[in-house]
């Protein structure tokens, strides 16, 4: 009855309350630890390090067996239990710190005798050192864009940089308008209104204006950081557009990854005169540095500039590995996405890793069919133990319960 039980509790019990279907992955590997006949014997182990385990009971009088059992495990249970890495209490905490910081800014004092100028100051500071580096890069210039790369059938990586330049274009267009009103606002020039007010609020607790948010890509950073962030993005879409297509493309850069990897895939169907939906990716590792990397694959595209979280790449054994003590994140080595046409699937030795843009794991549907967050799957050699997941395809259950994934972007 364990297929049975898992499923019932997985699928029935928690799935009509969870939809992500990533997280139903995650639930299905979990319940397949505690629905199995190794539980019915004593001194099953649970947990790694043997805290908990099937206790032995008294036949005479097994509930108070149990309940004695229970009493002397610790108070908070460990993150290995869960299958999680040492990390995960360093992540847990951070969260718990930043959260408590976040809280005590907002009820910092906004006005208020000769402080308040000194605030004034610091925002007119910020919205004039972001407002500088803007200007320097500017908006986009549509009409030559499109001339230098028109639309051309062997070519998508064309269209993709248009519209690429089109969604940075809205967000300096609002940056633009509302930087120098903040700060004719805040020397009495203009009136401050609601909105520049809340802007004034956010530069003060360095986190991004809403006004800013509602056209930028989605972000975790604090405002020093996402400038820098969007001013790198800019920068490689500025390289781009002048010394054409890059030999490895910075996946985190773009504003809507998706199309790039669409695109990637369609220059290859029309090269190839497939049908695009028949086209899929392998994911083979390149281990050496990007820049070394001086020209494009004959077919597909170089990535890099993702992280892994729960993991690492092991170039040694060429597979991921358990996280280094207090390594939270990793860099993840070049990425060669290589287009392959009816792909059989992997059998074994690889984890099906998503890949997000950044580190909530959470998004909502798009009205194009994308999610807001989620980018991919990627497959990544590991040599832990075999799985078949709940689509019976070939995974690893260590790295499924640890949460391994990728992300474009970090939160610093």
């Known amino acids: 009855p364990f297929t049975e039980l898992v499923f019932l509790t997985s699928y029935i019990n928690y799935g009509g309350r969870v939809t992500d279907y990533i997280d139903l992955r995650t639930i299905d590997i979990i319940m397949r630890d505690f629905y199995r006949p190794e539980v019915l014997e004593e001194g099953h182990k649970f947990s790694d390090d043997g805290t908990y385990v099937s206790p032995t009971f008294d036949p005479a ?11 002397q ?4 249970a460990g993150p290995n239990v869960f299958g999680l890495h040492e990390n995960a209490n360093i992540t847990c905490a951070n969260a718990e710190t ?133 001013m790198a993005r800019l920068d490689f879409i500025i390289d781009w557009v002048e010394h054409n297509a890059p030999p490895v493309f910075w996946i985190s850069g773009f504003y809507f990854p998706q199309a790039f990897l669409t695109g990637t895939r369609q220059n290859y169907a029309r090269k190839m005169q497939y049908a695009i939906d028949t086209i899929s990716f392998d994911y083979p590792i390149i281990d050496q540095p990007w820049e070394t990397l001086k020209t494009k694959p004959a077919d597909g595209a170089y990535i890099r500039g993702l992280y892994m979280e729960g993991a690492r790449w092991n170039p040694e054994i060429r597979s991921i590995d358990d996280s280094l003590p207090k390594q ?14 009816d792909r059989q699937p992997t059998e074994k030795g690889v984890y099906r890793c998503p890949i997000y843009k950044i580190l909530s794991r959470r998004g909502v549907l798009a009205t194009t069919g994308h999610s807001t967050n989620f980018v991919m799957w990627t497959e990544v ?13 070939a995974d690893q259950e260590e790295w499924i319960k640890a949460g391994v994934a990728c992300f474009c972007a970090l939160n610093y």
């Open 61 to 71: 009088n097994p509930h108070k067996s149990y309940t004695e059992y229970v009493e």
């Open 73 to 76: 495990l610790p108070l908070i």
């Open 98 to 230: 930043f959260g408590m910081f976040d809280t005590l800014l907002s009820l910092q004092s906004k006005a208020g005798g000769g402080k308040s100028d000194a605030r004034d100051e610091m925002i007119g500071s910020h919205a004039k050192e972001i407002e500088e580096r803007l200007m320097k890069r500017g908006m986009f210039d549509m009409d030559a864009i499109r001339l230098m790369y028109p639309i051309m059938y062997n070519e998508s990586m064309n269209t993709v940089l248009v519209q690429e330049c089109i969604r940075y274009n809205k967000l300096i267009d609002v940056m633009e308008e509302s930087l120098p009103m903040l700060q004719k606002a805040l020397k009495g020039l203009v009136v401050l209104s609601k909105e520049l007010e809340a802007m004034a609020n956010s530069v003060a607790m360095n986190s991004v204006p809403a006004a800013w948010e509602n056209k930028a890509y989605p972000s975790m950073k604090p405002l020093g950081a996402w400038a820098d962030d969007l």
């Open 328 to 341: 939270l994140f990793t860099s993840f080595p070049v990425m060669l996405m290589s287009p392959v046409k």
């Open 381 to 393: 050699p590991s040599n832990r133990t075999h799985v078949l997941n709940y689509e019976k395809q």
